[in-house]
């Protein structure tokens, strides 16, 4: 079975979630298919841990000069529609966020085979992205509707994933609404030696010797940054943060996240903003090194980097929305902060800000100040994605969703 995965992101440019699920998926899904990835971002060079002998063929596409200066949408169709053309060969097309699923859809069409898409996010839930897109946010959003309409099975990441997917499209069939969880590559996310991951945290102004809150995401609505920095001034005094922060969605949310950072920064010290994406090596060193993982999102499908904190034996204080609360095992292996919503408000957005900072707060003192608590919360949140959550577990129940189609 030939099956092609349909991606913006993919390495080395991986920007989020669906990015790193991309890159783990295709992986290990070469022990069950052939494999060939169409990403954007241009052709790769031959990268042996990624293409070659026994791994996915790699193809990438470089944004369609006649469309340089239009819309974003539009140079996205654009790739697309260049991605849909080279499919041809393939039993099964497979594609991933919206920015791919029009290239599944035509592909489907095209070549007549069976289009499958996994959801990362839906755009219905994410409408501050009419900030950043402008009229390309409906462009996006009829591209991930049409696709949906139109596929032969949907992956949801979590059960909430697969509750916001029959909400926001409700005439889809139940039945063609699957749910595959995201995995976590146990061996590369491993707790390192102490010294060495405390070594790379000093060389990022981190002291490893202080208790710390770290928070890893791109700057955008959805990740809810704005509300751990309102928390943040309520935390002990010893205690830093620690912002692995960067690729703001708009001018805008970049100008307010960085005006309430230097607000908290003149309330107080230990407040480290690494603006950058880093490394592997560096990454898990900053998380091993923290003391609790904060995820404060307002949408979240399932949240992957919840997954690495937690191999990397961290807990994780973490908003109760999406798919998170069948990540984090409340009480367990972290703690969960509920937030209250207006009905009917796709964006999640507490309905009352300042208390939801201050229960997130609560949560997050609750953890880092007792480091017992904490330890052992970390080592029960290893054994948990151990148990369940190994790619080689998403990939064989996703060739299950593939061989149930083509039957």
Known sequence: MRVDLLTREYPPFVYGGAGVHVAELAAVLTRHVDVYVRCFDGPREPDPTSSGAGGPKVTGYAPLDALAGANAALGTFGVDLAMAADVAGADLVHSHTWYAN???????????????????????????????????YA?????????????????????????????????????????????????????????????????????????????????????????????????????????????????????????????????????????????REELIAVIASSTVFACPSVYEPLGIVNLEAMALGVPVVASAVGGIPEVVDDGVTGLLVNVESAPGDPTGEPVDPARFASDLATALRAVVDDPERAAQMGARARTRVEDHFSWDAVAERTVEVYRSILA
């Open 139 to 279: 462009l996006s959003s009829w591209a991930e509707a049409t696709a949906y309409a139109g596929a032969a099975a949907v992956i949801a990441v979590s059960e909430g994933m697969r509750g916001d997917i029959l909400r926001a499209h409700p005439d889809l069939d139940p039945a063609r609404v699957r749910v595959v969880h995201n995995g976590i590559d146990l061996e590369r996310w491993r707790r390192p030696e102490r010294e060495q991951a405390a070594a790379i945290a000093r060389g990022l102004g981190i002291d490893p010797d202080r208790p710390a809150v770290v928070f890893v995401g791109r700057i955008t609505r959805q990740k809810g940054l704005p509300h751990l920095l309102a928390a943040a001034r309520e935390l002990s005094p010893e205690t830093q943060l620690v912002l692995c922060a960067s690729s703001p969605d708009t001018p805008e949310i970049a100008a307010e996240v960085t005006t309430a950072l230097e607000e908290l920064r003149r309330h107080r010290d230990g407040v480290i903003w690494i603006d950058r994406m880093l490394p």
């Open 102 to 136: 029009l290239a599944g859809h035509v592909a489907g069409l095209l070549h007549g085979i069976p289009h499958v898409l996994t959801a990362h996010s839906l755009e219905p839930m994410r409408p501050w992205k009419a900030e950043q897109l402008g009229g390309g």
